[in-house]
Each structure stands twice: as C-alpha cells, then as structure tokens.
T-cell receptor
C-alpha cells in the first residue's frame, strides 16, 4: 500500500515562531487531507488539498502532487496550536492512509 | 455547519461483552467509514460502507466486527466480543462522494477492561 511519512516526528516551538511540517507519500494520490488532533482526541479538518495551495488564517498548505509531498505552514504559532498534526492520503479504493503524525508543542 | 456526531463519547466495557458504537452522518453524504486509533498510534482504516454494503475493509476488520445502517440515519459499528486490544478511539467519517473530503466525527473512546 501507499506509504506516508511525516517529518519531523516532534517539534517544540516558542509562541510566535513559524514552522513547516512535511508529508511525503510514495504514490499518486486522489485525496490529501491535513488534520489537527486536539488534546481531547478530536480530529479537526484543516485542509483538503490533493494539489495546489490553500490558506486559512495563520495556516497554509501546499501539495506538489508530481513530487509526492505536501507542506503545512504554521505562522505566529500559539499555545492552542499544540497537538498532533496528521497527513492522510487516498491512493485508490476508499480508505485514507494516515501518517504517524507530527507532535507539536508550543510553549509560552 | 453540518457535523458528524458519535455516541457515546466514552464507553467502558468488560472483555467479552458486545458494544455498539453509533454515528449520525452528515445528511446527503453517501459514503461512510470507521477508523480506529490505538493510544499513541496513527489512525487506521477499518471499513467503508456505501449503498448499504461494505465497499472495502482492512485486515483489522475481522469477523468480530460488523457495520450496518439500521434506520437510514444511524451508522453503527458492532464489536461482538471485545478484547483488551480493542481499546482505542473509534472515529466515524462521512463524505458526499468518493473523491471528496472526509469529515470526521469527534470519536468514541472505548476502554475494554
């Protein structure tokens, strides 16, 4: 099946800093989504971005499908950004395949 | 904004007991999914359901698991005889069409003692 690799696995930032999270995948994709898992375990949809660039407030994402990677940018980070960020892709069939996530801690 | 809802939010059960997890999809969504996440691990696909039948399932989805849409609104996941290793967060997801964004519910945390 398709492989999804996320980096870095862990990240600690001071409030106000910027960061870039990366997602590499091993095959072409029909769907790519970024999620934020909050401390209560809920998966929050951030972006649906099989290709191109999108922005939502302090967050933006870019997927370069031909080179099989996606980037999630977080600017001016806040403590509420802490949590785990997952990239998930769909190559064929119905299932989303998740990466192992990037665990982000933003300190005051 | 329409949301996927799941009940219960947390369920504690004894090993060997049957549990039913419930999901109410967003109306007009046609594809339904169950995923699970064991504590500290990544989210794993269990099963997809379309047109009242299973369209795809993973190796995890063995004979202990079943899904149905009993009343045209709820979408349920049944675990017949729970094991300790079934302890996990279970997420329901729905989507209007196969190639669209999947919307996840808040999850049910299942604890098997």
């Amino acid at each position: 099946g398709i492989q999804v690799e996320q980096s870095p696995p862990d990240l600690i930032l001071q409030e106000g800093a910027n960061s870039t999270l990366r997602c590499n995948f091993s095959d072409s994709v029909n769907n790519l989504q970024w999620f934020h898992q909050n401390p209560w375990g809920q998966l929050i949809n951030l972006f649906y971005i099989p290709s191109g660039t999108k922005q939502n407030g302090r967050l933006s994402a870019t997927t370069v499908a031909t080179e099989r990677y996606s980037l999630l940018y977080i600017s001016s980070s806040q403590t509420t950004d802490s949590g785990v960020y997952f990239c998930a892709v769909r190559h064929s069939g119905y299932a989303l395949n998740f990466g192992k996530g990037t665990s982000l801690l933003v300190t005051p | 904004e329409p949301e996927v809802t799941q009940t219960p939010s947390h369920q504690v059960t004894q090993m060997g007991q049957e549990v039913i997890l419930r999901c109410v999809p967003i109306s007009n969504h046609l594809y339904f999914y169950w995923y699970r996440q064991i504590l500290g691990q990544k989210v794993e696909f269990l099963v997809s359901f379309y047109n009242n039948e299973i369209s795809e399932k993973s190796e995890i989805f063995d004979d202990q698991f079943s899904v149905e849409r009993p009343d045209g609104s709820n979408f349920t996941l049944k675990i017949r005889s729970t094991k300790l290793e079934d302890s996990a967060m279970y997420f329901c997801a729905t989507v209007p069409g196969q190639d669209n964004e999947q919307f996840f519910g808040p999850g049910t945390r299942l604890t098997v003692l």
